[in-house]
Nanobody, 128 residues
Framework: QVQLVESGGGLVQAGGSLGLSCAASGRTFVSHAMGWFRQAPGKEREFVAAINWNGGSTKYADSVKGRFTIARDNAKNTLYLQMNSLKPEDTAVYYC?????????????????????WGQGTQVTVSS
């Protein structure tokens, strides 16, 4: 059974930092793109960041560019998201996702439809 399990969420003050992890089990995703999405109450799930199979290519939503960093450790089958300079508008449930599709070595899909596996989510709350 394939599972993606996020951890590291919590409550932080504006301007603070949090690091999220996503551990994959049941299969390896070392050859596949992975990403982070988030969903705030009453809003649709939105793209945050994506990373290609070997970590050499990344993509970020404009709202987090310069503040968030996505990374992966294929030896550990784990995806990371380092979040700095957090803002109250970053408050959401954060989800990691893995794509089984392939569109070149630099594939970093930003669309929900391009992902095949999802974690259960971890809550991030940023207080003002």
């Amino acid at each position: 059974q394939v599972q993606l399990v996020e951890s590291g969420g919590g409550l932080v003050q504006a301007g603070g930092s949090l690091g999220l992890s996503c551990a994959a089990s049941g299969r390896t995703f070392v050859s596949h793109a992975m990403g982070w999405f988030r969903q705030a109450p009453g809003k649709e799930r939105e793209f945050v960041a994506a990373i290609n199979w070997n970590g050499g290519s990344t993509k970020y939503a404009d709202s987090v560019k310069g503040r968030f960093t996505i990374a992966r450790d294929n030896a550990k089958n784990t995806l990371y998201l380092q979040m700095n300079s957090l803002k109250p508008e970053d408050t959401a449930v954060y989800y990691c996702a893995a794509s089984l599709r392939y569109s070149g070595p630099y594939y970093t899909p930003p669309d929900l439809e391009e992902y095949d596996y999802w974690g259960q989510g971890t809550q991030v709350t940023v207080s003002s």
